[in-house]
């Protein structure tokens, strides 16, 4: 082992042992002792994520109330171990900002997210840089989430130099071509020093899956992943992730607008709408079974193979309301084609459909 990597272990141990942990805050060896109990990963209860609204300087200056955008709103769901949850909506319910709260990029305004049992709200920060480990993301855009200036290489060996997770250049060149090459860039070692203009959409994608697993993570966080890429690259990245799930044991939380992609590769799929999740279970349950009205309309659009079959879609009218002035009640009145009187006055609470399979819907609760 090298003399500045047996340095930085000793400098990590000493601000280890003089970090101040809080009463009932979670440090580093709990994270590390943590292990998966039964058979979820995560158990998301009650999460909110509330963003303050700007106001103008005088505005603020006579207004005594403030006003939030409330992008997750209350949400509730648990993400067993080696699977694929899909978590679809259209933009702007708050489906990246869950992922992204997940991680702790964006700070909680309220409930609690627990990893291997352990509340990620109580950890020191040495515990989260831990945690940050064991989670990682796959951002939307290849083109602007990596360094231009830097080498596949580099890019790929930042996450290992920033945890000091190697003891020299070799160890760290051998992990790279291995993240490389279960990330579908073969051989590994054309691509080691080729700068990202180099190399085509897909290739980049490939580079950021790359990035993500080399860290050998529990959790992969996938924001939109083949939004940008054609659609014959598409099935190469999703294979791939199906891949990593089934041979490295990968838990994903795979966020997308496109419910046909959601069919395709997850095993459940939790359907998202201004703030709330409207609807989760199996996803062949949920494709066959749609109960809640929205969950109705993005099936009935989804792009069937034979041309000649004929069925009714649903096409619904308007913008989605504005998260920072939600409508009352259930949220999804003011377009629903199914929409009743109460459903302006009174909030859907979840109701059971069969086994895992849940909606949120009045009509549910036996109003007509």
Known sequence: ?????TSATLQGDVALEKE????????????????VSGKDLYDIRGLEVFFPVRQSFFKAMVSTEKHWVRAVDGVSFTIG????????GESGCGKTTTGRTL?????????QIIYKGLEVGRFTPGAIRDYRRHCQIIFQDPYNAINPKHTIFDIVAEPLVVNHLTSNEREKEERVIRALEEAGLRPARDYLYRYPHELSGGQRQRVCIAGAIVLEP??????????????????????????????????????????SLAWVISDRIAVMY???????????????????????ALISV??????????????????????AAIPTGCRFHPRCPEVMDICSEQSPVDVQIRGTHYAACLRLNGHS
């Open 1 to 5: 082992m090298d003399e500045t990597r």
């Open 20 to 35: 101040k942990v809080k009463s009932g805050s979670i440090g580093r060896k709990e994270l590390r002792n943590a292990s």
């Open 81 to 88: 171990a080696g699977e694929i949850l899909a978590l679809v």
């Open 103 to 111: 991680l702790g990029l964006e700070a909680q305004t309220g409930g």
């Open 218 to 259: 529990d959790m992969i966080v996938a924001d939109e992943p083949v939004a940008s890429l054609d659609v014959s690259i598409r099935n190469d990245i999703l294979k791939l992730m199906v891949q990593h799930k089934k041979e490295l044991g990968v838990t994903y939380l795979f966020i997308t607008h496109d419910l």
């Open 274 to 296: 201004l703030g709330k999740i409207v609807e989760i279970g199996e996803t062949e349950e949920v494709v066959a079974n749609p109960q809640h009205p929205y969950t109705k």
């Open 302 to 323: 989804i792009p069937v193979p034979d041309p000649t079959t004929k069925r009714e879609r649903t096409i619904l009218t308007g913008e989605t309301p504005n998260p």
